[in-house]
């Protein structure tokens, strides 16, 4: 009796698996049903904006779908993060951020419209790109000793731009201000084209850069890279030393663009999203273009994505406490 009982209720536990496996089928393979949403919690032609228009068009032609991508910036990304974070957990909506508004604002702000950690489900990490300290060319500045030296000689006299308020760009200044203890002016800027344009043109004096955005203006002598927030050098420029062979190994950072929904979102659309994305940047062209850029196409699971981003937020919340920073 015992033995039937057993194997009975063994028989209903793969019968249940089976008919969750195949509700899971039934609906991948009718998501999407309608429009899907990509937000950018950053302006048009940000590196977010980049890879969020690679997806869609992408995702467009395999969904048979529209696969619009809406900008929504503003506090920091957290506007457009905010509004993915309190959308419908259905699978047309999706956030396609960069570090701050996922990993870093927790921490900075004293008050968030929205909790990442519970509100937003992780789908994939994209991908990730080092940071790069520049310089306008006409600065006698030529390395990061000479930086740190220019900073100290003229305090309050270099004008440092970010991508915002508690962006890596702006923590990975901040970090070496604090450790060098030099006097530098932060510019907050609502996105990078501004930012490097006013470097280009004399406004600023420099900024740390995502890779992505400015290896054509250093290539072109418009800007002058002194150093890369990574283990080892850049394989599109060469020249460039690393923050680690410069014995200055604290200062590793990278900038990184993840894909996620409303918390709750069904696992089959998540999957589903995450396999596209996967498909659509190992695609040659994107490859190719990603790369030459900078950026290192990651694409994981949501488990690691998840995991990833404990790690990031642990990493940026002792930072934030050490340089004392914090916003309303």
Do not use: C
């Amino acid at each position: 009796m015992s033995f039937t009982r057993t194997r009975w209720l063994g028989f209903l536990s793969l019968f249940l698996l089976a008919i969750g496996a195949d509700a899971r089928t039934a609906a991948a393979q009718t998501y999407p049903e309608r429009t899907v949403q990509i937000v950018v919690s950053y302006p048009a032609g940000s590196p977010p904006d980049i890879i969020a228009r690679i997806l869609s068009a992408a995702m467009q032609d395999s969904f048979k779908q529209s696969v619009v991508v809406e900008n929504r910036s503003g506090g920091g990304g957290n506007i457009g993060a905010a509004a993915v974070a309190k959308a419908a957990p259905d699978g047309h909506t999706l956030l396609a951020s960069a570090n701050g508004p996922v990993a870093i604002n927790k921490a900075l702000y004293e008050t968030m419209p929205y909790d990442s950690e519970r509100d937003l489900a992780p789908i994939s990490l994209l991908v990730s790109a080092p940071l790069i300290l520049v310089v306008d060319p006409n600065l006698p500045i030529k390395s990061l000793d000479e930086f740190i030296a220019f900073a100290r000689q003229n305090p309050n006299k270099f004008s440092y731009a970010t991508t915002g308020t508690g962006s890596a760009v702006h923590l990975t200044m901040e970090l070496l201000r604090t450790r060098e203890k030099i006097d530098v002016v932060h510019i907050p800027y609502r996105g990078s084209a501004d930012a490097i344009n006013d470097i280009t043109t004399g406004r600023i004096q420099g900024m740390f850069a995502i890779a992505s955005g400015v290896v054509s203006q250093i290539k072109a002598g418009r800007l002058r890279a002194i150093a890369v927030t990574s283990k080892t050098r850049l394989p599109v420029l060469p020249d460039v030393p690393s923050t680690h062979e410069l014995g200055r190994p604290e200062l590793e950072s990278a900038a990184w663009i993840g894909l996620l929904a409303p918390a709750n979102t069904p696992g089959a659309a998540i999957e589903r999203v995450q396999a596209e994305a996967a498909k659509a940047l190992k695609e040659p062209q994107a490859v190719a273009k990603l790369e030459q850029q900078g950026y290192e196409i990651v694409v994981n699971t949501p488990a690691e994505f998840k995991t990833f981003i404990r790690q990031e937020t642990d990493k940026w919340t002792a930072v934030i406490k050490q340089v004392g920073a914090k916003l309303q």
